[in-house]
T-cell receptor
């Protein structure tokens, strides 16, 4: 069975500071993809970053980086230099390469404080 | 390249009615997935279509159905609406087992 766990229902961060959003996953598939999405109050899910399970290096996309620790089955999202516009829900997701269904965590609500 | 579009964006229905939601994927994407999002249950997977075939189905009653057309556009239908069907319905497209790109969603309110 596949499972994504996000243990932080809500997080606060000061503007311009860095913040880490936690994500752990459980899968028996040897190969899988990990994703982070941002959902502002408008509702649309915005793709942020992708990490393949066999990627040797941690993924980075601008101010977003994914701290991938395969042995611990964790895929934490790091947002550097937080901006007010980063306030949103953040979802971690996984797709096993043997399947075609995405599995989402319950999300973390991030609030950036001026 | 145009993103995923969903129509309508907002919908109000009454119990017992049926509703059809539409999703147009990104050009070249053949996989379309549907999700229901509610404050209580979070994001729940409804079904996934690829080349007009349903490949995966979530744990929803038979009132929820979908289909995909030859141009990859997809529709989902909910019959005999219940109050609990009020939710944000999200559609996502991808080439295959790759990054899913989401549409803006359809907010359904059942009265």
């Amino acid at each position: 069975a596949q499972k994504i766990t996000q243990t932080q229902p809500g997080m606060f961060v000061q503007e311009k500071e860095a913040v880490t959003l936690d994500c752990t996953y459980d899968t028996s598939d040897p190969s899988y993809g990990l994703f982070w999405y941002k959902q502002p109050s408008s509702g649309e899910m915005i793709f942020l970053i992708y990490q393949g399970s066999y990627d040797q290096q941690n993924a980075t996309e601008g101010r977003y980086s994914l701290n991938f620790q395969k042995a611990r089955k964790s895929a934490n999202l790091v947002i550097s230099a937080s901006q007010l516009g980063d306030s949103a829900m953040y979802f971690c997701a996984m797709i096993p390469n043997t399947g075609n269904q995405f599995y989402f965590g319950t999300g973390t609500s991030l609030t950036v404080i001026p | 390249k145009a993103g995923v579009t969903q129509t309508p964006r907002y919908l109000i229905k009454t119990r017992g009615q049926q509703v059809t939601l539409s999703c147009s994927p990104i050009s070249g994407h053949r996989s379309v997935s549907w999700y229901q999002q509610t404050p209580g249950q979070g994001l729940q997977f409804l079904f996934e279509y690829f080349s007009e075939t349903q490949r995966n189905k979530g744990n929803f009653p038979g009132r929820f159905s979908g289909r995909q057309f030859s141009n990859s556009r997809s529709e989902m239908n909910v019959s005999t609406l219940e109050l609990g069907d009020s939710a944000l319905y999200l559609c996502a497209s991808s080439r295959s087992e790759e990054t899913q790109y989401f549409g803006p969603g359809t907010r359904l309110l059942v009265l």
